[in-house]
């Protein structure tokens, strides 16, 4: 490349990073500006379009003030729950698959295979209909349970399991180490890259979920963010500026996530995609 | 080996995982399969949803605009991806920040994305703003039926081609350098270098996201049921959102079953495709 070349292919770059990010943007500014100055700057364009030319936390307080707080306060607990629950019986799981000598591991590992191939949202509804009956809509478990049954989670740890070298657990037996030693002290400790890569899965999941939580959890108390952002005007009638204010905190806080993980995500991604 | 306490050891590792997988996963498959089979009235196993889907107006013209919709999205997300992975598979300045901010949507929930782009895309919003000056008339986006379905291309496109491009990065990333090198001393240009040798050695990660994103795709949820209900006029209906009307709207749950036996049994198709492009002939002779 020449130089001209390369400013030339910077700049296009930097200009298709901008657009992406632009909306992102947009809801930003708007979250922090009066509510009559949304819509006010756009016909014509001018710099104020994408700055704020008056700067307002009020909104934000309201938000905070409001029952959107409850739906965030749901998500975040959900979210936790259901990660800290998935990752401890995923990596158990995987750890069986990968090292415990058992009969049935090959039939076991095609049944977590084909778990994850059937899409969740796709059979939400029929899953609706099992857990209506076991009361529990409007529970904290019926919106943490379908998030903690992950088999790519699973599938992840094991194949990660596998490249541990089986020496390591021989002088560990030797030494009269049991499985759960193993497992704990050996295996745990040498895969924190996988586990967090399989957190992010569960992570994910659980904040992104919209269907399973509009039907499971329909009642104000146990309200997703997701679910409670799409629902706004029930609460706020046409008040953009809360529904910008709750946009970006539903979104900064997975924002954050990725920017703070991306390497453990690129991780799993090269997993999933690349390779066998 | 303590041969008593053997199955309970595996047990305690295995139990949680795999009650979760099955009861959660594949037990609602299974009851899906049979609640559709079910008959409207009376007892025992019939076709009846099955017949009454497939002459129901609203289920045919939805999985004729999932057809439509598939058609477009899938080819149009995987060429934007990969004419950003290739864009972006250079060592510039900043470049991790440009390629984070392509990525960001995806972490978004979808149905924050469907909000803000419901508002972007009003009459009198921002996008129109911009259309106007570009010098064209305002356009209806959602609210016409001819421009509805684009419009939900465009939401979902922004939130998924940054994960794609994110695949196909990491894809050409593992080509060898010394392809390209060895093109070049043939003489290749540019445009042949990317034909005969990053398409070729993409092809596995191709063939991936490729079915990744058509099993994505036939999901797509939120964006259809907060911005148009698969409206107007049936224009957006897509698969997801003619499922959940006739299950919750309409109070169907058996045809609403059915529904989703055909759905997952086109997931399961496509992915199936999938596992036998991977192993192409080539490999096999190795």
């Given at each position: 490349m ?5 400013v030339?292919r ?23 500006r009066?509510?009559?100055e ?9 710099p104020w ?8 936390l009020a909104?934000v307080v309201?938000?905070?003030s ?13 979210t936790?729950v259901?990660v800290v ?26 049944v977590?295979?084909?778990s994850?191939?059937?899409?969740f949202?796709?059979i939400a509804l ?5 857990m209506?009956?076991y ?19 699973v599938f992840?740890?094991?194949?990660f399991f596998l490249?541990?070298?089986r020496?390591?657990r ?5 030494d ?8 704990w002290r050996?295996y745990?400790?040498?895969s ?9 899965i569960?992570?994910?999941?659980q904040?992104?979920?919209y ?5 499971i959890?329909p ?5 997703v963010?997701a679910?409670?952002i799409?629902?706004?005007s029930?609460?706020y ?5 809360l529904?910008?204010a709750?946009?970006f905190?539903?979104?900064?806080i ?8 991306q390497r453990f995500?690129?991780a799993?991604i090269?997993?999933?995609g690349?390779?066998? | 080996?303590d041969r008593?306490?053997q ?7 295995l139990?949680p995982?795999?009650?979760a ?6 037990w ?14 009376g007892?025992g196993?019939s076709?009846?949803n099955?017949?009454?889907i497939?002459?129901?107006p609203?289920?045919?013209n939805s999985?004729?605009?999932?057809a439509i ?6 080819p149009?997300?995987?060429?934007i991806?990969?004419a ?5 598979n250079?060592?510039?300045p ?11 949507p995806v972490?978004i929930?979808?149905?924050v994305?469907?909000v ?12 129109n ?5 570009l ?7 959602l ?5 509805a379905?684009?419009s939900?291309i465009?939401?979902?496109?922004w939130?998924g ?7 196909l990065l990491a894809?050409l ?6 392809l390209?090198e ?8 540019r445009w042949?270098q990317?034909?005969?040798v990053?398409l070729?050695?993409l ?7 490729l ?12 964006p259809v049921?907060i911005l ?6 049936g ?13 919750f ?6 045809s609403?079953a059915?529904a989703?036996?055909?759905?997952v049994s086109?997931?399961?198709?496509v992915?199936?495709?999938?596992f036998r492009?991977?192993?192409?002939p080539?490999?096999?002779?190795r």
């Amino acid at each position: 490349m020449t130089a001209a070349e390369r400013v030339l292919r910077t700049l296009t770059i930097a200009a298709c990073g901008l657009l992406f990010f632009l909306p992102l943007w947009w809801v930003t500014v708007s979250a922090v500006r009066p509510q009559e100055e949304i819509f006010a700057f756009l016909s014509p364009l001018s710099p104020w379009t994408l700055w704020p030319r008056n700067v307002t936390l009020a909104h934000v307080v309201e938000l905070w003030s409001g029952p959107f707080a409850r739906a965030i306060f749901n998500s975040m607990y959900v979210t936790v729950v259901t990660v800290v629950i998935g990752l401890v019986i995923s990596a158990k799981a995987g750890f069986a698959l990968a090292v415990l000598p058992f009969r049935f591991r090959e039939g076991v590992f095609v049944v977590i295979v084909v778990s994850f191939l059937i899409p969740f949202d796709a059979i939400a509804l029929p899953l609706f209909g099992i857990m209506r009956g076991y009361g529990l809509q409007n529970t904290y478990t019926g919106l943490i349970l379908p998030g903690i049954g992950n088999g790519l989670a699973v599938f992840l740890l094991r194949q990660f399991f596998l490249g541990i070298p089986r020496e390591l657990r021989e002088a560990a037996m030797i030494d009269g180490m049991g499985w759960f030693g193993i497992f704990w002290r050996i295996y745990v400790p040498l895969s924190v890259p996988a586990l967090i890569s399989a957190g992010l899965i569960l992570f994910v999941f659980q904040w992104q979920a919209y269907l399973w939580p509009l039907i499971i959890a329909p009642a104000p108390d146990y309200k997703v963010a997701a679910v409670a952002i799409a629902q706004f005007s029930d609460f706020y009638g046409t008040n953009y500026s809360l529904i910008f204010a709750g946009s970006f905190f539903v979104s900064i806080i997975p924002m954050l996530v990725l920017v703070v993980f991306q390497r453990f995500f690129a991780a799993s991604i090269a997993t999933s995609g690349s390779k066998d | 080996m303590d041969r008593l306490r053997q199955p309970l050891t595996i047990l305690a590792f295995l139990g949680p995982a795999l009650l979760a997988v099955v009861l959660l996963r594949l037990w609602p498959a299974v009851f899906a399969v049979d609640l559709s089979l079910r008959p409207p009235r009376g007892e025992g196993y019939s076709l009846e949803n099955y017949q009454f889907i497939f002459t129901d107006p609203q289920f045919l013209n939805s999985l004729v605009v999932t057809a439509i919709y598939s058609l477009i999205v899938n080819p149009l997300q995987i060429a934007i991806a990969l004419a950003l992975a290739v864009l972006m598979n250079v060592a510039v300045p900043l470049i991790g920040l440009w390629r984070t901010m392509v990525l960001l949507p995806v972490a978004i929930p979808q149905s924050v994305s469907a909000v803000v782009w419901g508002v972007g895309l009003r009459p009198d919003g921002p996008v129109n703003a911009l259309v106007q000056a570009l010098g064209f008339e305002p356009q209806r986006f959602l609210t016409s039926p001819d421009q509805a379905l684009a419009s939900i291309i465009l939401i979902v496109s922004w939130i998924g081609v940054g994960y794609w491009m994110t695949f196909l990065l990491a894809g050409l990333q593992e080509i060898p350098r010394t392809l390209y090198e060895a093109a070049r001393i043939d003489g290749a240009s540019r445009w042949q270098q990317f034909r005969y040798v990053t398409l070729p050695q993409l092809r596995r990660t191709l063939t991936f996201v490729l079915v990744a994103n058509t099993v994505a795709n036939f999901l797509v949820f939120a964006p259809v049921q907060i911005l148009t209900q698969g409206g107007p006029q049936g224009s957006t209906n897509l698969i997801m959102n003619e499922i959940y009307s006739q299950g919750f709207v309409i109070g169907d749950a058996r045809s609403a079953a059915a529904a989703t036996v055909v759905l997952v049994s086109f997931v399961l198709a496509v992915v199936s495709i999938q596992f036998r492009m991977m192993r192409a002939p080539e490999d096999e002779e190795r």
